[in-house]
């Protein structure tokens, strides 16, 4: 499969002022892939070195024992039998089980910068290992290198690139109707909508998305989802730093469904565990945040402040970060995505945690406005110093929500999500878009590149 995160590296790649890059992401969201199947192998064909520090003993070992990059060149060299150059890309994958080589990386940067590195890894299993290797005088045992290192952190695959994936030539459609800012002819735009469920049941996670783009079985991309949650449950301990926080990010990451499929969705912990405080579930939130497992969203209040800072409430919501991984725990029977009673099957909250995913992908921050009524908006979002207030709608719906808040806020122009083909009206300020627009709208965002009407 393709990956839009492909971009990023060759963009990496082509900078000469480059630094040694970390790839971040959660468990099997396709960095090893990404980096030696698509990456080296295309722009280093025979000219890369791979090392898994979870496999690769000998040199796990030696780096463990020096963060010297010349000593390292020179072992690895010695032991691939391959002369290290500039046109050798060194690939160090699973860095989380040998913390050393990420202080070594600093040393890359500075004496070795025209040698070309990625890393790939977890930083919240980084993050544990420093809390327990610490040297006797209470100093890390390895030290993290600030500023001298680039880093991007990939996800489950969006929707535009499951869409690419599984159908370029609608790709090629969508993303011409996108860039003329033209809706679709009705029967594709069904068409297109049709994916948008598919995609809503199969998610982004790569192996049950490939499952599905390859032989088109549901079933078989849902066994597949299974094994994946099941996995990510066992996983937990590899987060933690203790055995009630395993027990409690295994309750919390269990109930994200069941916390959001209600009139009020901000996190409640008594639905976790009874009598529990938020406080409780602070170390597992911050885990599962930083593992990239779970995505949090902010409550915003009233008059919103530039740029927006969380409410002094600290009141949340957290969404489960691949769509596929979501369906699948709320228990829903998989016909219903297919069904033709699917719009009145399915409630909203699978629309706004594929929303979620797909700001977060693009590299949004997620907040979400609370009127003094009942006034609610499902996300803002802040590009270019302006405001845009996202609303997702499942079907039709009213824009009550956003009348309120046009009283206390400026904004640059409303975006509704939905069903609906593309529209935009200078009357409302609202801009229309379906679904399957939105990645593309998720990527202006975050550019700042938002399109004026």
């Known amino acids: 499969m393709e990956r839009l995160a492909m971009r990023n590296l060759v963009d990496w790649k082509n900078n000469k002022k480059r630094k040694p890059l970390i790839v971040w992401g959660a468990r099997q969201v396709g960095k090893t892939y990404l ?18 520090f979870k496999s690769d003993d000998d040199v796990n070992a030696f780096c463990t024992s020096t963060a010297n990059a010349e000593k390292i060149i020179e072992y690895i060299s010695l032991l691939k039998g391959k002369l290290i150059t500039e046109n050798t890309l060194l690939i160090f994958d ?19 910068r025209n040698i070309p590195v990625i890393a790939t890894g977890s930083m919240v299993r980084i993050k544990i290992q420093r809390m327990t290797n610490k040297r006797g005088n209470g100093k890390d045992g390895f030290l ?14 969006s929707f535009d690139e499951f869409l ?5 030539v609608m790709y090629d459609k969508v993303k011409k109707a996108y860039d003329e800012k033209k809706p679709l002819d009705a029967d594709i735009h069904t068409l297109v909508m049709d994916q948008v469920y598919r995609y809503l049941l199969v998610g982004g996670m790569p192996e049950a998305a490939d499952s599905y783009i390859e032989d088109g079985n549901l079933l078989t991309s849902r066994e597949i989802l299974k094994e994946l949650y099941d996995n990510y449950l066992a996983d937990m301990e590899l987060y933690q730093a203790s055995p009630e926080a395993v027990v409690r990010s295994r309750a919390l990451f269990a109930n ?3 916390e959001l499929n209600r009139e009020n969705k901000n996190f409640s912990p008594g639905l976790v565990e009874k009598k529990a405080k938020t406080r409780d579930f602070a170390t597992s939130i911050q885990w599962l945040t930083l593992a990239h497992i779970v995505n949090l969203s902010y409550q915003l209040k009233e008059h919103i402040t530039m740029p927006p ?19 699948y725990q709320s228990g829903i029977n998989a016909a219903s995505f297919v ?15 594929f929303i979620a995913n797909e700001l977060v992908a693009k590299g949004n921050s997620l907040f979400y406005w609370k009127g003094r009524s009942s006034g609610e908006l ?10 845009y207030p996202i609303d997702v709608k499942k079907g039709r719906g009213t824009l009550n929500s956003l009348e309120k808040f046009s009283n206390r806020n400026k904004f640059e122009y409303a975006i509704k999500v939905s069903k609906n083909n593309f529209g935009y009206s200078s009357e409302q300020k609202l801009l229309t878009v379906p679904f399957y627009l939105f990645p593309f709208v998720a990527n202006d965002l975050a550019k700042g590149s938002m399109p004026s009407f």
């Open 378 to 387: 499902e996300f803002i979002v802040e590009s270019d110093n302006k405001l």
């Open 339 to 353: 069904s033709s009673e699917r719009e009145n099957i399915l409630s909203g909250i699978f629309f706004e945690n």
């Open 256 to 258: 994200i469904y069941k």
């Open 35 to 52: 980096v030696k199947q698509l990456f080296a192998e295309k722009y280093y064909p025979n000219s890369y070195i791979y090392i898994d």
């Open 144 to 157: 993290f290198p600030v500023g001298k290192i680039n880093q991007i952190t990939i996800y489950p695959l």
């Open 94 to 112: 699973e860095i989380q089980e040998c913390p050393n080589i990420i202080s070594a990386l600093k040393y890359f940067c500075q004496d070795f």
């Open 309 to 327: 800072v969380a409410d002094e409430d600290g009141y949340f919501r957290l969404f489960l970060c691949d769509i596929g991984m979501f369906s």
């Open 164 to 168: 690419f994936n599984s159908n370029s």
